[in-house]
């Protein structure tokens, strides 16, 4: 079974600053998603950004970057700029790309991060 | 709808009751799952449909818990007796289609969930 673990309960950043959340996964698969999802005080799960592991390249939203590594089962996530409107609860996802149970998603414990003004 | 809507948003019940919680996916989506989410914890996975057929429920914890999707629209999730361990937001999503279909895969939508506190 998939696991998806991250290690830090908590961050806090500076406005304006960079942030990196780190994401770690276990899996036997080759083909699958990574996903970062924003759970904001409003309880609401927003997708973030996503990225296919197939792909070297790394996914990037705007201000939303990813550092994918494969081999290491590594999946973190930049943020630059950093606003108080990205304080929120961080989920990292996993989802198998093939195989039947390609429907799950497989989340961390998330990383609560604090923007400070 | 413009999004995945749930009812009730809040539902305090007392141990022993029944509680239904329904989803409404977003227009047009074929697919829907439930996932439970405890306090400081991720979302877990409990059910999915792809139209009205119920193709997993092994994440359901027990047979207390049980959805069901009749016209492949609306789906209902059901707790019977409820006991205070099942205290939780229960989220729902749903995805256009199948989930793999096409390499970039069908971005999966979450409702606000259902806040359930058994007293």
């Known amino acids: 079974a998939q696991t998806v673990t991250q290690s830090q309960p908590e961050m806090s950043v500076q406005e304006a600053e960079t942030v990196t959340l780190s994401c770690t996964y276990d899996?036997?698969?080759?083909?699958?998603?990574l996903f970062w999802y924003k759970q904001p005080p409003s309880r609401q799960m927003i997708l973030v950004i996503r990225?296919?592991?197939?792909?070297?390249q790394n996914a990037t939203e705007n201000r939303f970057s990813v550092n994918f590594q494969k081999a290491a089962k590594s999946f973190s996530l930049k943020i630059s700029d950093s606003q108080l409107g990205d304080a929120a609860m961080y989920f990292c996802a996993y989802r198998s790309a093939s195989g039947g149970s390609n429907y799950k998603l497989t989340f961390g414990k998330g990383t609560l991060l604090t923007v400070n003004p | 709808g413009a999004g995945v809507s749930q009812s009730p948003r809040y539902k305090v019940t007392k141990r022993g009751q029944d509680v239904a919680l329904r989803c409404d996916p977003i227009?047009?989506?074929?697919?829907l799952y439930w996932y439970r989410q405890a306090l400081g914890q991720g979302p877990e996975f409990l059910t999915y449909f792809n139209y009205e057929a119920q193709q997993d429920k092994s994440g359901l914890p027990n047979d207390r818990f049980s959805a069901e999707r009749p016209e492949g629209s609306i789906s209902t999730l059901t707790i019977q007796r409820t006991e205070q361990r099942d205290s939780a937001m229960y989220r729902c999503?749903?995805?256009?289609?199948?989930?793999?279909?096409?390499?970039?895969?069908?971005?999966?939508?979450f409702g606000e969930g259902s806040w359930l506190t058994v007293v």
């Open positions: 999503a749903s995805s256009y289609g199948p989930p793999g279909q096409g390499r970039s895969g069908n971005t999966i939508y």
């Open positions: 899996t036997s698969e080759s083909d699958y998603y």
């Open positions: 227009s047009g989506h074929v697919s």
């Open positions: 990225q296919e592991a197939y792909k070297q």
